[in-house]
T-cell receptor, first 112, second 115 residues
Framework: ELKVEQNPLFLSMQEGKNYTIYCNYS?????LYWYRQDPGKSLESLFV?????AVKQEGRLMASLDTKARLSTLHITAAVHDLSATYFC????????????FGTGTRLQVTL | DADVTQTPRNRITKTGKRIMLECSQT?????MYWYRQDPGLGLRLIYY???????NKGEISDGYSVSRQAQAKFSLSLESAIPNQTALYFC??????????????FGPGTRLLVL
């Protein structure tokens, strides 16, 4: 059974600071997704990482994938309040874009 | 207009009632999914369908059933609702061969309360 763990579960950080969210998974996969969810809203796709060493960046967010370590990171640079949300990683179970197993999410709170 | 819609958006029901949640999509995707979200547990897969004739159980299918009426429609039923089915339910679609590379696109969610 595939397990996906995120840490931290909750992160409070000041504007302007940098931090990293970690996503570990338990079995082989080379396809990983990051999503953002605002309170009471749906999930919005951020990144899809398709191979070992993949790196994607959008604004102040950068995601990377290390399939050998079964680890993905979401790095936040110079955080701003608008980044406050819950972030989920999701791992494709079979590596064929079929089913996803989601992490429990990291709730990020950026304070002024 | 939204690509993935869900109805109703909010529903209150009583224990033992049968209810149906509906999902429609205009993205033209073959694959559709139903998830539930509970605080602290992330999203868990209930059922998924890769085309109209292909329906599969997810990790938490007990107490639920689904119907894929067309490529664009995928309904979730709670046969006899119980309070621990109180949750936020999401429908999603995906196209593994498209530019999204298997990204799942989510509807707005249905908030269900079972009394």
């Amino acid at each position: 059974e595939l397990k996906v763990e995120q840490n931290p579960l909750f992160l409070s950080m000041q504007e302007g600071k940098n931090y990293t969210i970690y996503c570990n998974y338990s079995t082989t996969s080379d396809r990983l997704y990051w999503y953002r969810q605002d309170p009471g809203k749906s999930l919005e796709s951020l990144f899809v990482l398709l191979s070992n060493g993949a790196v994607k960046q959008e604004g102040r967010l950068m995601a990377s994938l290390d399939t050998k370590a079964r680890l993905s990171t979401l790095h936040i640079t110079a955080a701003v309040h608008d980044l406050s949300a819950t972030y989920f990683c999701a791992v494709d179970i079979a590596g064929t874009a079929s089913k996803l197993t989601f992490g429990t999410g990291t709730r990020l709170q950026v304070t002024l | 207009d939204a690509d993935v819609t869900q109805t109703p958006r909010n529903r209150i029901t009583k224990t033992g009632k049968r209810i149906m949640l509906e999902c429609s999509q205009t993205k033209g995707h073959d694959r559709m999914y139903w998830y539930r979200q509970d605080p602290g547990l992330g999203l868990r897969l209930i059922y998924y369908s890769f085309d109209v004739k292909d329906i599969n159980k997810g990790e938490i299918s007990d107490g639920y059933s689904v119907s894929r009426q067309a490529q664009a429609k995928f309904s979730l039923s709670l046969e006899s609702a119980i309070p621990n089915q109180t949750a936020l339910y999401f429908c999603a679609t995906s196209d593994p061969t498209g530019t999204g590379k298997g990204t799942q696109y989510f509807g707005p969610g249905t908030r269900l309360l079972v009394l």
